[in-house]
Nanobody, 127 residues
Framework: QVQLVESGGGSVQTGESLRLSCAASGYASDNYCLGWFRQAPGKEREGVAIIYSGGGGRTYYGDSVKGRFTISQDNAENTVYLQMNSLKPEDTAMYYC???????????????????WGQGTQVTVSS
C-alpha cells in the first residue's frame, strides 16, 4: 500500500516562501517519479515539480515555476521537498503529492502518469 503524506502548506504574502514535504512509503519499485501537482479552483491539475527517485538529478518543472521552485529528495527518508520562493497569488492552489512510474526513465508533468496521490495541502498567497 503506497502512502503519501504531505505537509507544509499555509498562507503567505506575495514574495514569501514556503516549503512542502511529501513522505512516501510502500512503493514497490526503487525507480519512480515523486513530486507535486497543483489544482486551483476551476482549473486543471497541473504538474509543478517532480523528481526521479533513481538518481541522476532528473527533474521536471512546470514553466510557471521554473527559477522559483526547487524540488529535492532525501532518499534515505523517501521524502521529497518543494522549496517555493517568490510566491505569487497565481500560485494559490491545492498542492498534491503524486507518485508513479517513469516514462522511459523520465518524469513528466502529466496527470495520467501518476497512480498514487496524497490528500493535498493548501497554499494561499495573498497580494
Amino acid at each position: 500500500q503506497v502512502q503519501l503524506v504531505e505537509s507544509g502548506g499555509g498562507s503567505v504574502q506575495t514574495g514569501e516562501s514556503l516549503r512542502l514535504s511529501c513522505a512516501a512509503s510502500g512503493y514497490a519499485s526503487d525507480n519512480y517519479c515523486l513530486g507535486w501537482f497543483r489544482q486551483a479552483p476551476g482549473k486543471e491539475r497541473e504538474g509543478v515539480a517532480i523528481i526521479y527517485s533513481g538518481g541522476g538529478g532528473r527533474t521536471y518543472y512546470g514553466d510557471s515555476v521554473k527559477g522559483r521552485f526547487t524540488i529535492s529528495q532525501d532518499n534515505a527518508e523517501n521524502t521529497v521537498y518543494l522549496q517555493m520562493n517568490s510566491l505569487k497569488p497565481e500560485d494559490t492552489a491545492m498542492y498534491y503529492c503524486a507518485a508513479g512510474p517513469p516514462f522511459f526513465a523520465r518524469c513528466r508533468g502529466i496527470r495520467n502518469d501518476y497512480n498514487y496521490w496524497g490528500q493535498g495541502t493548501q497554499v494561499t498567497v495573498s497580494s
